[in-house]
C-alpha cells in the first residue's frame, strides 16, 4: 500500500501579506460605506427634524395671527421686537396684535397681547394675558419659537395684504396694516452649514381684524 504524505508547509508569507492586504482594502471600502451611509442618514434627519420645527412654529403663528384683532400699528419695545420705531417697513420682521377672547361686541378684555420677531437669526414670542378686568395674569417674554431662521434681506417673515388680494408696501399708511385681511408668513432654515435651506409659509386670514 501506498501512503500519502500531506503538504504541512502552509502560506508562505507572500501569500499572506496578498491575503492580508485583501482584507484591509475590503474593510477601508466597507467602513468608507458605512460612514457615508451614516452622514446621508444623519443629513437626512437633521433635514426632517428643521423641517418638521419649522413647520410647528409656522403652525403657532399662523394660528395666533387668525385671531388678530387688530394689528398693532407701533412697535413694541420687547426682547422680541426691540425696535421703538412706528413706521410700518419694520412690520417684515416684527408682528404685534391683540386677541381678544370674548366674542361680545366692544369687549376688550379678557385679551392677550402677542408679539412675533425675527432678532439675532430666531423668532422670539411674547404674550402678555390679561383677564376680564384687563390686569396682567401672565407675561413671557422672549421665548424662542425657532431658532437658525435665515431670511434674507429681501424675504421678510411677515407680508400683509388687504381684502381685494393686493400686497401691502412699505410705503402703505399705518391704517392699512391695521386693516389687513390676510398676512404671509415665510420661515427660511438653515439646518446645517453648507446644506441648502429649508423654506416654508402660510397665509393667515385674519377672521376678526375689522377696524
Same mark, same amino acid.
Given at each position: 500500500m501506498t501512503s500519502v504524505r500531506k503538504d504541512e508547509r502552509g502560506l508562505t508569507l507572500i501569500e499572506l501579506v496578498v491575503a492580508t492586504s485583501v482584507l484591509l482594502i475590503f474593510t477601508a471600502f466597507a467602513l468608507q460605506f458605512l460612514a457615508s451611509t451614516n452622514s446621508a442618514t444623519s443629513r437626512t434627519t437633521k433635514d426632517v427634524t428643521a423641517e418638521n420645527d419649522a413647520r410647528n412654529a409656522l403652525r403657532l403663528m399662523t394660528e395666533d395671527?387668525?385671531?388678530?384683532?387688530?394689528?398693532?400699528?407701533?412697535?413694541?419695545?420687547t426682547s422680541s421686537c426691540p425696535s421703538s420705531a412706528s413706521s410700518p417697513t419694520g412690520y417684515g420682521s416684527c408682528l404685534s396684535f391683540t386677541v381678544v377672547h370674548n366674542s361680545a361686541a366692544g369687549v376688550t378684555c379678557p385679551k *392677550?397681547?402677542?408679539?412675533?420677531?425675527?432678532? *439675532?437669526?430666531?423668532?422670539?414670542?411674547?404674550?402678555?394675558?390679561?383677564?376680564?378686568?384687563?390686569?396682567?395674569?401672565?407675561?413671557?417674554?422672549?421665548?424662542?419659537?425657532?431658532?437658525?431662521v435665515v431670511n434674507a434681506s429681501g424675504t421678510n417673515v411677515f407680508r400683509y395684504f388687504d381684502s381685494s388680494g393686493n400686497e401691502l408696501t412699505s410705503g402703505a399708511q399705518s391704517s392699512s396694516f391695521q *386693516?389687513?385681511?390676510?398676512?404671509?408668513v415665510t420661515l427660511v432654515v438653515q439646518y446645517q452649514s453648507g446644506a441648502p435651506n429649508i423654506t416654508v409659509s402660510s397665509t393667515a386670514a385674519l377672521r376678526n381684524n375689522r377696524v
Open positions: 395671527i387668525r385671531a388678530a384683532d387688530p394689528i398693532t400699528t407701533t412697535y413694541p419695545s *392677550s397681547v402677542i408679539t412675533y420677531g425675527l432678532v *439675532s437669526g430666531a423668532i422670539k414670542r411674547d404674550k402678555v394675558d390679561y383677564d376680564s378686568s384687563c390686569t396682567t395674569t401672565t407675561t413671557t417674554t422672549g421665548k424662542t419659537v425657532l431658532s437658525n *386693516s389687513a385681511a390676510a398676512v404671509m
